[in-house]
């Protein structure tokens, strides 16, 4: 997550196998003094020897998202073989048309130019595909009523990703027809699968966002994947999604959306600190919503997605830079809607902060836990056990867990008007997974191991029967609620299962399969991801700015010492050390209430 302030736009944004195009094409030109060819292949089907439709992109670069070129003997790029359009029509947009910030006035533009694709390019588009005789579908056109439902879709169920979009502007940009194609098309692939539209069902569910993603990519990037849009907060946003997109249908490459989406907030001004506003105006206040917009990109969109998906991948998030845990937190989710120009700034290494700050504070404890394995010493789980105590006593009153705050956090959630209800919900679904996961983890040291923490599994039913079966169409927080339940609970019955396979099917995580293969770990912690500052530590750190290597060291080495000479232990259901059929005790509860509730 380093700052890269020298990036430019200019070049454009390119594919990772584009150095390999590179070398190919200089081992052409090397040869060009023994044979001439005439270009009907592009470079990746020549080298794969593969038959080339001779578009630009061919079918099988354009769905392998690879880039796409032609070049002669010598190197020389050459047009396509069967272009249909001049060269001109890959050249990048003017800045004319390129995206504008929420509510900007586009007179000199067509009143549908950014929601809908123009009559020429949809032509263009379905000739192509026709020619390509492709089995992927094409992107339905987002009618209006389409476009409602999946907007609503996405809003209503689409966490966290959807916070980085402010929702009262987005919704006054809509009906003025000033947001971009491509990031509609990418608010769509995340919302698609939960559409009950026959058109948009497929099996599995998870791929019914595949054309949306795939035509917003086709928007932003030409043939050899540069970037062909400017790169601003819309640009920015919509990279969040098609990178969260990829994880949910499993596509390789995952991280060219996220780092380039990264890229950009750095050049938007990430680091800058807000101005003082005496007098608020409409431009003034504009200005802090695009702000906060771009802090959310890296907080939510970028570093919480981060630390989720690690868990699931096995491998430590990025650390932080110094720089970065000194970067201003989200801001409350009330005065994001309401007031966002007026809220004080809350910083990681101070205890206040807004719901997504406590989410994203017991989510690096959770992710750093999960880590551990049972070569790591008492000390590292103790550490981390006083860091979740110190999580807990840092929370305001109205975001501690309470029968009340839950029941006013439900009549919210219902309405489904920010991510605050949600935030809580999460919060403290981690916490009570953070719980049952140090419980395990002290076993491993204790000749008699104590008996699981019971309010953790309560607090989970709780939270789990207040959502009912909206629950299904979150996938953070159901994910973790059902990694718990098989990892540290141990549950492998049919509702557990059955609850697995349509996560699975919707959201593209195997959390039977891979919960239980985590269980208990042997591997050692990685190197490179160390347990994480405090608070306190955090305050009395150096404030120099260091944009290398630098990430959240501890204190010291001495809490990562591996225990010496401890015995290898294989996962636990593999082993068969569990015995999945046998009577729980009192102690092991076989499920959560909301489980045994669920219809046969």
Not at 51 to 72: L, V
Not at 184 to 191: E, G, K, R, T, V
Not at 557 to 582: C, I, T, V, Y
């Amino acid at each position: 997550m380093d700052h890269s302030p020298s990036f430019s736009f200019q070049a454009g944004y390119e594919h990772p196998g584009q150095h390999e195009d590179d070398a190919d094409t200089k081992s052409v030109a090397s040869k060009s003094s023994k044979r001439k060819r005439l270009a009907k292949a592009c470079n990746a089907c020549h080298r794969a020897k593969r038959r080339c439709d001779g578009t630009a992109p061919c079918s099988n670069c354009y769905f392998a998202s690879k880039p796409c070129e032609y070049t002669d003997a010598s190197g020389r790029p050459v047009p396509p073989p069967h272009s249909g359009q001049p060269d001109g029509s890959k050249a990048p947009r003017s800045s004319s048309a390129r995206s504008r910030s929420y509510g900007e006035e586009t007179q000199s533009l067509p009143s549908t130019s950014h929601v809908l694709l123009d009559t020429e390019t949809m032509q263009s588009r379905k000739r192509v595909k026709s020619e390509q005789h492709s089995p992927e579908p094409a992107a339905p056109v987002l009618d209006h009523g389409l476009t409602r439902e999946l907007t609503n879709l996405f809003f209503t169920h689409c966490h966290p990703v959807r916070d980085v979009i402010h929702r009262p502007s987005f919704a006054t940009a809509l009906s003025h027809r000033h947001v971009p194609s491509y990031l509609l098309y990418a608010i769509c692939a995340l919302a698609a699968p939960l559409s009950r539209q026959p058109r948009l069902r497929t099996s599995p569910p998870r791929l019914a966002g595949k054309p949306f993603a795939r035509e917003a990519a086709s928007l932003m990037f030409d043939g050899s994947g540069r970037l062909l849009c400017g790169a601003d907060l819309f640009t920015a946003q919509a990279l969040c999604l098609l990178a969260a997109h990829d994880h949910v249908i499993n596509a390789p490459g995952k991280s060219r959306y996220r780092d380039l989406a990264l890229q950009i907030v750095q050049t938007l001004g990430l680091h800058d600190s807000d101005p003082a506003l005496p007098v608020p105006t409409a431009e003034r206040i504009q200005a802090s919503i695009e702000r906060e917009s771009v802090r959310r990109i890296f907080w939510v969109g970028i570093h919480l997605m981060d630390l989720h998906f690690s868990v699931y991948a096995h491998t430590p998030p990025p650390p932080l830079s110094d720089a970065q845990t000194r970067l201003r937190l989200p801001a409350d989710e009330t005065s994001f809607e309401l007031q966002v120009q007026s809220t004080l700034p809350e910083y990681l290494y101070l205890p206040r902060a807004s719901e997504l700050g406590h989410l994203i504070r017991i989510m690096t404890v959770f992710a750093q836990i999960e880590q551990l394995g049972d070569r790591s010493s008492p000390e590292a789980f103790a550490e981390l056990e006083r860091r979740g105590e110190e999580w807990v006593s840092n929370l305001p009153d109205h975001l501690r867990f309470s029968e009340s705050n839950l029941q006013v956090q439900k009549s919210m959630f219902e309405t489904s008007s920010n991510t605050g209800a949600w935030c809580f919900c999460c919060m403290h679904v981690y916490h009570a997974s953070f719980a049952l996961a140090l419980h395990a983890g002290r076993n491993l040291f204790k000749s008699s191991p104590k008996p699981r923490p019971q309010w953790a599994v309560t607090r989970l039913d709780m939270i789990m029967n207040m959502l009912g079966d909206r629950a299904k169409n979150t996938w953070m927080l159901v994910g973790t609620v059902l990694w718990t339940q098989v990892k540290y609970c141990h549950q492998d019955d049919d509702r557990i299962r059955e609850w697995c396979n349509e996560h699975e099917e919707l959201w593209g995580t195997r959390i039977l399969d891979s919960a239980a293969y985590r269980s208990l770990s042997s591997g050692p912690i990685s190197p490179t991801y160390s347990m994480g500052r405090s608070l306190d530590e955090l305050r009395l750190h150096n404030p120099r700015s260091d944009w290398s290597n630098a990430g959240l060291a501890g204190s010291s080495g001495d809490g990562m010492n591996r225990r010496k000479g401890a015995e290898s232990l294989p996962s636990l259901k593999s082993s068969g050390l569990l015995d999945w059929k046998s009577e729980p005790t009192t102690s092991m509860p076989v499920g959560l209430q909301w489980l045994a509730k669920e219809p046969r």
